[in-house]
């Protein structure tokens, strides 16, 4: 961390909230990308997602009474409230997501007195890279830190998850706050999301980087249509409890047993979402496979695998995806490539030969200019940790 960014920082802050610069620290949560096993996480799935080296920084500074005020680099709009008197503030736009982290922990017997702090984002906003758990779980880790509260990363995780189920009315899995909770530099994170046992896989991509291409189409109707493909999972599961009377979730079946009771599945429309989860899942595992084998080509199938099931089966991409993924995949030396998140707008993802990104960039960059109403952006990404302090 460059010392001259923190010190600008801290200079924004005491330009906020007056005072000296001494007492304040600072936190930053990671934005992620995940590289295959999308829409699997509320089925008790698999998934493969790593942290990024960007996200949002949290800077925060004791005071002396209850009161705690926020306010952002991002936005103008400052708020102050105590935790005696939090609840959902329309008028309070942003200041609602820490608010909520902070009401979900405390739920969980945890207090906070008075403080300052000032976030400082740098994840674009409705990209699909989580910005949200980003600040939600800088500020549970940073408000944590400074009441020297015991910390446990996977209970920040789902504290996060459930802030962002009530507030957001995002009936989302636990993805996105457990690789922001868990991540670690150089690797990306198997995480089985029904018992959220994990393992930190090294990612090695020899001669190859992750791309992250922006559609900067922004995630639309992802809330009202998220939710209706989790209620279709719920339906395959009834379907195929004709042959399975205990099953909860779709991430229990095997390939297998799921295409053995398939025709059990009468709305051909829930049978495409179901047939997408269990596919992704195998998917997520042969991947990993691959990957621990040093075999990227079959990691890039796989990447293509789950980016054509997605359009076809789950149907959560758009024209703008559609348009960068195919032309992702005309580049030589592009092993895999499909869209990453939750779908309608936001990114992708590609595997790119280190030779070939710059013209990756200029060549998808300029197609997919000429062919949607959007500009592209990219960020090859590295692969960082997990929220923490930084202290240089
Ligand atoms: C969003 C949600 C995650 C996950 C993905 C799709 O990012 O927040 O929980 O469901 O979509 O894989």
């Not at 460059?2 to 005072?19: D, H, I, S, V």
């Not at 982290?101 to 405390?106: C, M, P, R, S, T």
């Not at 049978?271 to 269990?278: C, F, S």
């Not at 998917?283 to 075999?295: F, G, H, I, T, Y």
Request: hydrophobic content about 40%; some cysteine; proline content about 2%.
């Amino acid at each position: 961390m460059a010392n001259e960014k923190l010190e600008q920082l801290k200079r924004q802050f005491t330009e906020r909230f007056g005072g000296s610069a001494d007492g304040i620290r600072v936190f930053l949560a990671p934005g992620r990308v995940n590289l295959i096993g999308e829409h699997t996480d509320y089925n008790g799935g698999y998934v493969f997602p790593a942290a990024l080296t960007f996200g949002t920084f949290m800077l925060i500074r004791k005071r002396n009474d209850n009161v705690i005020r926020l306010a952002s680099t991002n936005f103008d709009l400052q708020g102050e409230f105590t935790m005696e008197t939090a609840v959902y503030d329309e008028a309070h736009d942003w200041i609602n997501y820490p608010k909520s982290i902070l009401v979900h922990l405390a739920k969980r017997g945890f207090t906070f007195g008075g403080y300052d702090a000032l976030f400082h984002g740098e994840i674009p906003n409705g990209a699909g890279l989580s910005s949200s758990a980003s600040i939600h779980l800088a500020t549970a880790y940073g408000f944590m830190s400074m009441e020297g509260h015991p910390i446990d990363r996977v209970q920040l995780a789902l504290a996060a998850q459930e802030a962002e189920n009530q507030f957001m009315g995002v009936k989302c899995g636990i993805m996105d706050q457990f690789v922001i909770a868990n991540g670690k530099k150089d690797h990306a994170v198997l995480l089985m999301c029904s018992t959220l046992e994990y393992q930190l896989v090294p990612f090695k991509a020899q001669g190859y980087k992750i791309v992250v291409g922006n559609t900067n189409k922004r995630r639309g109707l992802v809330d009202s249509e998220y939710n209706t493909r989790r209620a279709q999972c719920e339906q395959a599961v009834v379907y195929l409890r004709a042959a399975f009377p205990n099953l909860q979730l779709l991430g229990e079946l095997t390939k297998e047993q799921f295409d053995a009771n398939a025709h059990l599945i009468q709305d051909p429309t829930v049978l495409k979402r179901a047939r997408h989860v269990v596919e992704e899942i195998d998917r997520v595992l042969q991947s990993v496979d691959a990957l621990k084998a040093n075999d990227l080509v079959r990691f890039g199938q796989m990447m293509n695998g789950s980016g054509d099931s997605l359009r076809e089966l789950y149907e959560v991409t758009c024209k703008e995806l559609d348009v960068m993924v195919e032309e992702a995949r005309k580049i030589e030396g592009v092993l895999g490539a499909r869209m990453t998140g939750a779908g309608f707008g936001g990114c992708t993802v590609s595997l790119v030969r280190d030779d070939m990104v710059d013209a990756f960039i200029e060549q998808v960059g300029r197609n997919y200019a000429e062919r949607t109403d959007y500009k592209a952006d990219f960020y090859v990404a590295d692969i960082g940790d997990g929220v923490k302090e930084v202290t240089e």
